[in-house]
C-alpha cells in the first residue's frame, strides 16, 4: 500500500494525464475540455480523498463537475495512485490558505466588479503555460506569430480585430494566451479578459436567465465585457447562429471596437469559409487582420517535442522524437499528449534514456488503441479519412483529385489484404460503388509505388499500424 506521500507525489506529477485520460475517456470536444477539465489541479490528497482545485469561485462549475465526471475522476485517479481513492471538487474560497495567497474569485457573481486582472496568475483567465516564449515558430505559423505579436505590441491599434484561424490543436489558444500575458505585463492595469465562447454562451444564458428577475444583472454582464482594455475571444464558431448569444457579442464587438479597444478571436475556419455567418458578423471580423495558422511541418514538430524535452532530465533519442513526429500528423495537442506518454513511461520503467524503440513501446495503446479487433472496411475508410484529414464522402466519390486519388487506391490496397474473406466486387462496393477493375487497378498502382516509393511503404506502415497495430 503506497503512502500519503507517493499518492500525493504521483498525482500531482500526473494531474494532467489523467485530465487527458478523462478527455479521452468521455470522448471530449476542445471546447469542453477547454471549460471544463483544463483549468483543474491537483491540491492534495488527505485521508483517501484526492481534492482537486477548481481556479475561480464558480459554483456553477463545481456542481457541473459534480454531476458529470466525478466517477471518471474517481476511477481515472485511483488508477493512477495504485488505490481507491475518492474525489472532491473544492473552491478557491473553501481552502483559506489559497485565498489569503489571492487567487482571482468568479469574474461574474453579484458583488464583483467586471475588471479581470493582467497579473501574470494563472487564475485571471490566462494559463501562464501559454506564452510567446515558449511558443515555437515554423513556417506553418510564423504569420499568426508575428500578427499576435503586433497586437501585443500596439493593442487596439495594429490589427483590430485580429482573426485567428486553424484546426484543432495547432496553437489558437496559445498564442490568444501569450498576448494577454504580453500585455499584462508592459501595460499593468490593462484589463484582459480571455473567455472561451461556451462561457460567453453560458453568461449571456445565465444573464438572460436572472436578469428576468433582476435587471441590474444584464447591465453588470455588459459592463464586464464593454470596460475591457482587450477581449480575447476563443472559439468564435460556437457563437455564430445562437441568436442572443451572438447579439450580445455583436453589440460588444462594436462598443469595444468603436472604444479603440483590442478583440482577438479564433476559430476553425475563415470568416469567409464560415458558412451560416451573416454580412455583419462577416465584414467586421474581416475589418482588421485575418491569419491563419497551418498543420505544423515535421521540423515544426521536432522542435516542439525538443522544447517540451528540455525540461526534463531524460535522455531521448531523435529516433523518438521522429517517431512521434511521423504518427502523429498535425495536431500538437496530440503531440504533446504522445511525449507526455514516453515521460511517464520512462519514469515508471526506470529508463533513462529514451530510444525509437521504447517510444514505440510506450505509444502503442496512444497511437493505437484496441488492437486486437478485426479489420472492416469501415475502419479501413475512416483510419485514412482521419489520416489524410479528407471527408468519407471524398474518399468514396469519383474525384481524381492527387489528395484523394492515393488514400482510395491505398484503401483498395489494405482492404483486399487485411479484411477477411473480401472480393474486388465487395470493396468496391464499399468504397462508393467502383467496378471491381478499378480496385484491381488501384491495388495494382500501390504494389508498384511499394518498389520505388519508400514516403508511401512509410504511409502505408502508419496506415496498418493505426488499423491494427498487431498486424
Ligand atoms: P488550438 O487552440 O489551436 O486548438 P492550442 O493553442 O490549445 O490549439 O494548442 C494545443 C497544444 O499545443 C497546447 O498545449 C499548445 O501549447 C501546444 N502548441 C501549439 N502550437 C505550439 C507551438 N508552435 N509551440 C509550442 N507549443 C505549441
Ligand atoms: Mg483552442
Given at each position: ?12 506529477a500526473?494531474f494532467e494525464?489523467v ?24 491540491l492534495?490528497?488527505?485521508?483517501g ?6 481556479p ?6 463545481q ?5 458529470h465526471?466525478i466517477?471518471?475522476f ?6 493512477q ?6 474525489v ?6 473553501d481552502?483559506?490558505?489559497?485565498k489569503?495567497?489571492g487567487?482571482?474569485t ?9 475588471a479581470?486582472t493582467s497579473?501574470?496568475?494563472?487564475f485571471s483567465?490566462l494559463n ?7 511558443f515555437v ?7 499568426a506569430y ?11 491599434d495594429?490589427?483590430?480585430p ?11 489558444t496559445?498564442l ?8 499584462g ?21 445565465e444573464?438572460?436567465?436572472s436578469?428576468?428577475?433582476d435587471?441590474k444583472i444584464?447591465s ?5 465585457y464593454?470596460?475591457v482594455?482587450v ?5 468564435v464558431?460556437?457563437?455564430i ?5 451572438q447579439e ?6 462594436n462598443?469595444l471596437?468603436e ?12 470568416p469567409?469559409q464560415m458558412e ?5 458578423f462577416?465584414s ?17 514538430k ?35 499528449g504522445?511525449?507526455n506518454?514516453?515521460?511517464?513511461f520512462?519514469?515508471?520503467?526506470n529508463?533513462?534514456r529514451?530510444?525509437?524503440?521504447i ?7 496512444f ?15 475512416d483510419?485514412?479519412?482521419?489520416h489524410f ?20 487506391q491505398?484503401a483498395?490496397?489494405i482492404?483486399?489484404?487485411?479484411v477477411?474473406n ?17 480496385v ?5 498502382r500501390?504494389?508498384d509505388l ?10 502505408l506502415?502508419?496506415l496498418?499500424?493505426?488499423i491494427?497495430?498487431?498486424?
Amino acid at each position: 500500500m503506497p503512502t500519503a506521500e507517493t499518492v500525493t507525489q504521483t498525482l500531482s506529477a500526473h494531474f494532467e494525464d489523467v485530465k487527458q485520460q478523462i478527455r479521452e475517456d468521455c470522448g471530449l470536444t476542445n471546447i469542453s475540455y477547454d471549460t471544463w477539465i483544463f483549468p483543474l489541479s491537483f491540491l492534495s490528497y488527505q485521508d483517501g480523498v484526492v481534492s482537486i482545485l477548481i481556479p475561480t469561485d464558480n459554483l456553477l462549475q463545481q456542481s457541473y463537475l459534480e454531476k458529470h465526471y466525478i466517477d471518471f475522476f474517481r476511477v481515472a485517479l485511483s488508477e493512477q495512485a495504485g488505490i481507491n481513492v475518492d474525489v472532491s471538487f473544492v473552491l478557491p474560497k473553501d481552502t483559506p490558505s489559497l485565498k489569503e495567497q489571492g487567487h482571482e474569485t468568479d469574474p461574474f457573481p453579484e458583488e464583483e466588479e467586471a475588471a479581470v486582472t493582467s497579473s501574470l496568475s494563472d487564475f485571471s483567465g490566462l494559463n501562464v503555460k501559454y506564452r510567446f516564449d515558449n511558443f515555437v515558430v515554423g513556417g506553418n505559423n510564423n504569420f499568426a506569430y508575428s500578427a499576435a505579436l503586433a497586437v501585443a505590441e500596439s493593442p487596439g491599434d495594429a490589427y483590430n480585430p485580429l482573426f485567428l484561424y486553424g484546426g484543432p490543436g495547432l496553437g489558437k489558444t496559445h498564442l490568444m494566451h501569450s498576448i494577454g500575458h504580453f500585455i499584462g505585463h508592459n501595460k499593468p492595469g490593462s484589463k484582459i479578459l480571455y473567455v472561451t465562447s461556451e462561457h460567453f454562451t453560458n453568461e449571456v444564458i445565465e444573464a438572460i436567465r436572472s436578469g428576468q428577475k433582476d435587471s441590474k444583472i444584464m447591465s453588470r454582464f455588459r459592463e464586464k465585457y464593454r470596460t475591457v482594455d482587450v477581449l480575447l475571444l476563443d472559439d468564435v464558431q460556437f457563437i455564430i447562429g445562437k441568436e442572443s448569444t451572438q447579439e450580445e457579442f455583436f453589440h460588444t464587438f462594436n462598443a469595444l471596437k468603436e472604444a479603440g479597444k483590442q478583440i482577438v478571436l479564433s476559430s476553425d475556419k475563415p470568416p469567409k469559409q464560415m458558412e451560416t455567418l451573416e454580412e455583419r458578423f462577416r465584414s467586421r471580423f474581416e475589418s482588421g487582420l485575418i491569419a491563419d495558422i497551418q498543420a505544423p511541418d515535421y521540423e515544426t514538430k521536432m522542435a516542439i517535442m525538443k522544447k517540451l524535452g528540455e525540461q526534463y532530465p531524460v535522455e531521448i533519442d531523435d529516433g523518438a522524437f521522429a517517431y512521434i513526429a511521423n504518427n502523429i500528423k498535425s495536431n500538437i495537442r496530440q503531440l504533446e499528449g504522445a511525449f507526455n506518454k514516453i515521460i511517464a513511461f520512462s519514469r515508471i520503467n526506470n529508463v533513462p534514456r529514451i530510444t525509437e524503440e521504447i517510444a514505440a513501446e510506450a505509444l502503442k495503446d496512444f497511437l493505437y488503441p484496441d488492437a486486437d479487433r478485426i479489420v472492416t472496411y469501415q475502419r479501413v475508410i475512416d483510419t485514412i479519412c482521419e489520416h489524410f484529414s479528407i471527408s468519407k464522402d471524398e474518399l468514396l466519390s469519383s474525384k481524381r483529385s492527387a489528395e484523394v486519388v492515393l488514400p482510395r487506391q491505398l484503401a483498395m490496397y489494405i482492404s483486399r489484404k487485411y479484411v477477411p474473406n473480401n472480393s474486388y466486387k465487395e470493396i468496391g462496393k464499399e468504397l462508393g460503388g467502383k467496378d471491381h477493375t478499378t480496385v484491381i487497378s488501384g491495388e495494382k498502382r500501390v504494389i508498384d509505388l511499394l518498389k520505388s516509393d519508400s514516403e508511401v511503404e512509410r504511409t502505408l506502415d502508419i496506415l496498418i499500424k493505426k488499423i491494427n497495430p498487431s498486424l
